[in-house]
């Protein structure tokens, strides 16, 4: 069998890039010496027909259009900041008194 080659195209938002994509893009690295990886990070919409993507890694709902798109993870930031709202906003007593963790 061949070893996969090639240059393979991906982007994420940079929060998402940083801490998860690229500690796991190394390991990739060193298992396919003959992939190279373009990694754009950025926090902006990118169209990823018009920019040649191969891989995008996005929070939120599902664009539009003919992709395929796939649940890789769960956001859990909310569960995070709990003990800062706190300690900011004292324990909510009403379910209108949590928007401003979820906004």
Excluded: K, W
């Excluded at 396919?32 to 169209?47: F, G, N, W």
């Excluded at 956001?75 to 963790?101: I, K, S």
């Amino acid at each position: 069998m061949e070893e996969p080659s090639g240059l393979l195209r991906v982007t994420a938002s940079r929060a998402f890039g940083e801490a998860v994509l690229a500690p796991l893009l190394t390991g990739f690295c060193e298992e396919y010496l003959l992939i190279d990886i373009d990694l754009v990070l950025t926090d902006d919409i990118v169209d990823l027909v018009s920019r040649q993507m191969d891989l995008g890694f996005r929070n939120g709902p599902p664009p539009s259009g003919d992709l395929i798109v796939f649940q890789v993870a769960v956001d859990r930031a909310p569960a995070r900041r709990v003990p800062t709202y706190l300690r900011r906003h004292g324990r909510p007593n009403r379910p209108q008194d949590l928007e401003v963790m979820f906004a």
